[in-house]
């Protein structure tokens, strides 16, 4: 199903490009700047089987995506210059921010080094419990079960179910299945309960991940010691906030904020929520986070940022520079505001 969900999403860029369609809409949907949102950037991996290819790009893709930028005159600015903008009014030129989710030691690595060669700042958003490596990854985890599995069992529904995973294509089925069975799951403890169960039956150290491919503590603060890089809050352990209490959440939103300060001795302004699409963060966490005194809030929703988006600042949409869509070709459709306006229903503003 998500396969054939990236072939239509892949056929409408293609259509706005090859028709010249997002150069005439560009002027209207646009917008005055845009956030991207990242996660890993390095090299790419040889694998047939990689589930969450989405969540990366090659440091290639990440320097065509700022020369673009750039040769089109756009002004790559950080997070408290956006806010100051939309609060003053200030239009003259557009700018793109760039925003880096989870805090991956390849953002140090790989992105670091592109960024710097371009003057351009960015902020990475890192979730407490993954920087002190007891945060579980479990997207990953789930990722490295499959990969080492001819089949696994699972009890979707209660109904206990042996899905195949014997070739590349069965386990992408597979994962994309026990993937939405597993966020559809009432809790966090839930998801935690069943992916250790899974972890344990094949003998995958999902405790190990978050020190593996995440930065620590020690790492942390020399990183954000670079003046390019800003440090944002993304809550203690990566939960679905949408799911908990409003003491739960609130929790998740003012202790991660208060762990990385008292690291940093910074203040930290800005939050992305986790997942960030309509079930993980609506009405109820952008209040939260204005309530817990957050500057800015991202989401995954798709759009580019308009003058109204300042009224709306704890509700931002962001484009996504997603691994499946790695096409030079496609940045300017990206850019134009035309797919996302497409994909969103036309809304300015998305903040319900």
């Avoid at 917008?31 to 089987?49: E, K, Y």
């Avoid at 998801?191 to 972890?199: A, G, P, T």
């Avoid at 690291?263 to 929520?273: E, G, K, T």
């Amino acid at each position: 199903m998500k396969q054939f969900r990236h072939t239509v999403i892949r056929a409408g860029l293609e259509a706005l490009y090859f028709s010249g369609a997002h150069i005439l809409l560009r002027p209207i949907l646009a917008g005055v700047g845009a956030i991207f949102t990242l996660h890993h950037v390095r090299p790419r991996r040889d694998s047939q089987f990689q589930p969450n290819r989405h969540l990366e790009v090659t440091p290639q893709f990440l320097r065509a995506t700022l020369e673009h930028l750039r040769a089109h005159d756009v002004e790559i600015i950080a997070l408290d210059e956006m806010h100051q903008r939309l609060i003053e009014g200030n239009f003259s030129r557009r700018f793109a921010c760039f925003t880096f989710d989870d805090g991956y030691r390849d953002n140090r690595d790989f992105a670091l080094p592109v960024m710097r060669a371009f003057d351009a700042p960015f902020t990475v958003y890192v979730a407490s419990d993954f920087v002190e490596g007891t945060g579980r990854l479990w997207w990953v985890a789930l990722e490295r079960v499959i990969a080492t599995a001819s089949s696994i069992e699972v009890r979707i529904g209660g109904v206990a179910s042996r899905l195949d995973a014997t070739t590349p294509a069965a386990k992408q089925a597979t994962y994309e299945r026990v993937h939405d069975w597993l966020r559809g799951l009432p809790g966090a403890h839930d998801l935690r309960r069943e992916v250790s169960r899974l972890c344990a039956h094949h003998g995958i150290d999902e405790a190990a991940i978050a020190g593996e491919l995440c930065l620590s503590w020690g790492e942390l603060k020399p990183f954000a010691g670079d003046p390019l890089v800003g440090i944002g809050a993304h809550t203690i352990s990566h939960c679905n906030l949408a799911k908990q209490t409003v003491e739960t959440a609130s929790q998740e939103l003012i202790e991660s904020r208060a762990r990385i300060e008292n690291v940093l001795q910074r203040r930290v302004r800005h939050l992305a929520y986790p997942y960030g699409d309509r079930v993980a963060a609506g009405a109820r966490e952008f209040t939260l986070a204005r309530a817990a005194g957050y500057k800015t809030a991202v989401t995954t929703r798709p759009g580019m940022i308009f003058p109204e988006s300042a009224a709306h600042m704890t509700a931002l949409p962001r484009i996504s520079l997603n691994g499946n869509y790695q096409d030079e070709r496609l940045l300017p459709v990206l850019t134009s505001g035309a797919a996302t306006a497409m994909w969103n229903g036309f809304r300015r503003v998305d903040a319900a």
